[in-house]
Nanobody, 126 residues
Framework: QLQVVESGGGLVQPGGSLRLACAAS????????IGWFRQAPGKEREGVLC????????TYADSVRGRFTISRDNAKNTVYLQMNSLKAEDTAVYYC???????????????????WGRGTQVTVSS
């Protein structure tokens, strides 16, 4: 089973950009569909974007369309979330995840059994 860890979070001003990374601490990331999720204070965890092993993209949150981009670099065993035009409402803990078990080639959702990273905090504030 793939183990993942997030990095790249921090404090950024509204309108700014940030790039998050999801790296495999164990296993080959290129075999898995990787999803980015976020959870803001007092809100349910929501899906953001997912990228499959074939680099097909799924957008879960319409609010990030045109602003966020997901990509992968299999040589670096890493998936990235490029976040542009950040808004205060993007403030959340961001997680990457893979589906647990034999269905790891399918994108995870909040309703599936997943293996999660520990998350990285993104704060958008002036």
């Amino acid at each position: 089973q793939l183990q993942v860890v997030e990095s790249g979070g921090g404090l950024v001003q509204p309108g700014g950009s940030l790039r998050l990374a999801c790296a495999a601490s164990r296993g080959t990331l290129g075999d898995y569909a990787i999803g980015w999720f976020r959870q803001a204070p007092g809100k349910e965890r929501e899906g953001v974007l997912c990228i499959s092993s074939s680099e097909s993209i799924t957008t879960y949150a319409d609010s990030v369309r045109g602003r966020f981009t997901i990509s992968r670099d299999n040589a670096k065993n890493t998936v990235y979330l490029q976040m542009n035009s950040l808004k205060a409402e993007d403030t959340a803990v961001y997680y990457c995840a893979v589906r647990a078990g034999a269905l790891f080639r399918l994108c995870p959702t909040t309703g599936t059994r997943n293996s999660w990273g520990r998350g990285t905090q993104v704060t958008v504030s002036s």
